[in-house]
């Protein structure tokens, strides 16, 4: 395995290269001009959902060849993908919104293309991650992710019994047929005064925060609508707002 130099801030794409590219996670005017050429410039596309990719390139005026990359079929994939890349391919690979990789296909992709020694390129760009992190009002000098939690309640109260002391805001991703159980949880096992954010519908019109104690959180979660993708951070046990 050899080490790769990283290539310019081109817009171009080059021969063999991965392009790892985030996508607006709601708001379409995030997407990056970098994001928009390097879409455009690639041979192949990897996606989750072949429909919404196809509606973000449509908008932006774009026609791509587009392949299907998803939890399903990603472990296959990832190895097909990379020997495309290796025989001299460009690919970019996206999610339906976001940053790929996390919490979203597109590891599996990398990590193959980093055995083989191909050149992997970050288009950074949204991530409904950050995006709340810088808004919230909790403590960012550090912070743990851990994606979605298991869908069993006893698994979601173990872990945050088990990370009740944790000297950083725990970050993490919720359903919405579930962020009300999840608060619930966190009231009953972290205490009503814990702090914490609950952030539905990030860059879209219907964006809304819920910051503070999680007994509070919790009773305007309850005459809230509860559509959306939502993300919840909890703050250290000595934070106060």
Partial sequence: MTDTPAPNASLAA???HLYVVATPIGNLADI?????????????????DTRTTGALLTRFGLRKDLVAYHEH?????AETLAAQIAAGRSVAVVSDAGTPALSDPGFRLVRACRRRGLPVVPVPGPSALTA????????????????FLASKSAARIAFYSQHRDFPYTLALYESCHRIDKAVAEIVATLGPGRVICVAKEV???HETFFVG???DVQARLARASLRGEFVLLIAPADFVL
């Fill in 14 to 16: 080059l021969p063999g």
């Fill in 32 to 48: 990056t001009e970098r994001a928009r050429a390097i879409l455009g410039a690639v041979d192949l596309i990897a996606c989750e």
């Fill in 73 to 77: 079929n990603e472990t296959e994939m």
């Fill in 132 to 147: 709340v992190l810088s808004a919230a009002g909790l403590p960012t000098n550090g912070f743990l992710y851990v994606g």
């Fill in 203 to 205: 860059t879209k019109l």
């Fill in 213 to 215: 104690p999680a007994a």
